[in-house]
């Protein structure tokens, strides 16, 4: 554009103009006789673009406008007309569509300059340069309607439309998208108020919308809302709007924009599945309570069963025979096994009717005191035990201590029956490689704990098995137990929003607790 304007300041005369840089000029010169309507002068170029010979154009009256696109005359009429207003060596620039001999119109650019006024100082003749702007052109005249077409389907794809308003014209506008979220089809509507789009607020919602936007616009804040949009059809919609107020230079609110999306399958998702969460949960309450109304009352009869085998043993034992005595030290058994049963299901309702209130809880005590309520039988295995907890965290005491007298007792139990029974007790900080092992938020701080021994393990395949209700990989009479320790462990640890896994390597197991620092709930 430069040397545009360069040319035109020149004062040269049009032919010694015309002799020096007219002809090799890559655009269009002319110059047009205001009063005749015709051209006076042209380069060249108009030949190689636009096919026409001199004579064909100097010979046609009113050629410029001959050339010209029809579609364009009158706008180019428009800017001819400013050319009255231009004093010294001012420029005037604009643009149009010529037509090319064969019918074919091309986009140029074009700036004039007055070069002489008659004796009123109106312009009578003026120069124009002409660049030809058509592959630009075609891009930036393509690249709208590819970017519109794009924006639309993207509106269509994440079911969202755009409206802003004007908060001084009062002047509203809204994307397609919006327009089909309110049930209208394209051309069917305008939106071009403000109360087209809050009349399909609903009646019930429209209140908290107002006073959603008003407060956005006294604080020149954001402002996000759900609520329910009433389409032409009468359906309803849930939506969700994120509004911004953009302010003027003196800080004042000048107009509201937003984004609005339909929600509405996500709310019925929503819903059901708090739906199913509900009855989920009555479902596991009714389990529960089931469980421990069933094994209280269990109770009674099975006390009355020992109670009258020990009798019958006591007072009848040399009276029966070896295989009557037999049958009754059967039963005495089957009675102590489904007591443990009984206890251990009353153990697990009790786990799954957690309290949930947390304190603070040092692990080294609790394990100080598992220790004690196991002395015993480590003592009477000969367990060589090595604790080694240093940790503080948010959890219930008594579930704790739970937990680990269940590990420990496991660790005691199955151990091998030769060599010294050993178990290691350690406890260290989560570090960020194992969060993200374990899918772990970065931002909370983890314990990890380890109870290993040297017992007798289990296969890697049944890692996740074991802590499954009535699950045992052993028999009663080498290892007695009902098989719900591990799965009270894995209730109290869901309780405390924790991880618990097992791992053998043939020689031994370890048991890994992870418990967070604090509780989120």
């Known amino acids: 554009m430069d040397y545009v304007r360069s040319l035109l300041a020149s004062e040269d005369r049009i032919e010694s103009f015309n002799q020096k840089v007219g002809n090799i000029f890559p655009g269009l010169i002319y110059r047009y006789d205001i009063d005749q309507g015709s051209i006076e002068f042209l380069n060249k170029r108009l030949t190689d673009l636009l096919g026409f010979s001199d004579e064909e154009m100097i010979a046609t ?20 007309e400013k050319f009255t207003t231009l004093t010294g060596n001012s420029l005037h620039s604009y643009h149009c569509r010529l037509m090319d001999k064969a019918g074919n119109w091309r986009r140029f650019h074009t700036t004039g ?37 794009l924006f639309e389907e993207t509106e269509a794809l994440l079911q969202s439309g755009a409206w802003s308003l004007d908060l001084q014209s009062g002047h509203f506008q809204c994307t397609p998208g919006l327009l089909k979220m309110m049930g209208y089809t394209p051309g069917e509507s305008e939106c071009n108020d403000q109360e087209i789009f809050r009349k399909h607020v609903s009646p019930v919602h429209r209140e908290a919308f107002d006073s959603a936007v008003s407060h956005a616009m006294q604080h020149c804040a ?24 953009i302010c003027d230079s003196a800080g004042g609110p000048r107009f509201l924009v937003a984004i609005t999306r339909d929600i509405t399958h996500f709310a019925d998702y929503e819903k059901e599945r708090e739906r199913n969460i509900r009855e989920l949960n009555r479902s596991n ?24 085998c020990e009798r019958l043993s006591s007072r009848y034992g040399e009276v029966l025979d070896k295989e009557g005595n037999l049958y009754l030290n059967r039963v005495l058994a089957a009675t ?17 009717r957690s309290s949930r209130t947390f304190v603070t809880c040092d692990l ?8 004690s309520d196991q002395e015993l039988k480590i003592e009477e295995t000969g367990t060589a035990v090595r604790l080694s907890v240093q940790a503080t965290l948010e959890g219930i005491p008594t579930e704790l201590r739970q937990l680990f007298n269940n590990l420990l007792g496991n660790a005691l139990k199955f151990r091998k029956k030769s060599g010294q029974p050993a178990i290691g007790i350690t406890s260290t900080f989560l570090s ?34 074991i802590f499954q209700i009535f699950q045992r990989l052993h028999g009663k009479a080498e290892y007695p137990g009902a098989g719900i320790g591990l799965s009270i462990c894995k209730k109290i640890i869901d309780n405390h929003n924790g991880i618990i896994y097992g791992a053998s390597n043939g020689d031994g197991s370890t048991f890994t607790v992870i418990l967070p620092e604090k509780q989120y709930v």
């Open 222 to 245: 954001p402002f996000q809302l759900e609520y329910a949009l009433h389409t032409k059809s009468g359906d309803e919609r849930i939506v969700a709007t994120n509004g911004k107020v």
């Open 113 to 149: 300059k007055v070069i002489s006024r008659d004796s009123q100082q109106k312009p009578s003749s003026i120069l124009f340069i002409a660049q030809d702007m058509s592959e630009q052109e075609d891009y930036t005249t393509e690249a709208p309607d590819i970017s519109r077409c």
């Open 285 to 308: 309450r009714e389990l529960e309570e089931f469980a421990y109304v069933a094994s209280h009352d269990l109770q009674e009869p099975l006390r009355k069963v020992s109670t009258f």
């Open 336 to 352: 102590d096994n489904m007591k443990i049963l009984i206890d251990n299901l009353l153990d697990f309702s009790k786990a799954a």
């Open 364 to 371: 080294h005590q609790i394990f100080q005191e598992v220790l």
């Open 61 to 80: 009256p009113n050629a410029m406008f001959s050339l010209v696109c029809k579609d364009d005359t009158e706008r180019v009429k428009q800017e001819l």
């Open 432 to 465: 960020d490689l194992q969060k993200i092992r374990h899918s772990l938020p970065a931002g909370r701080a983890y314990y990890e704990i380890s109870i290993a021994d040297n017992g007798i393990g289990f296969e890697p395949e049944y890692a996740e098995k």
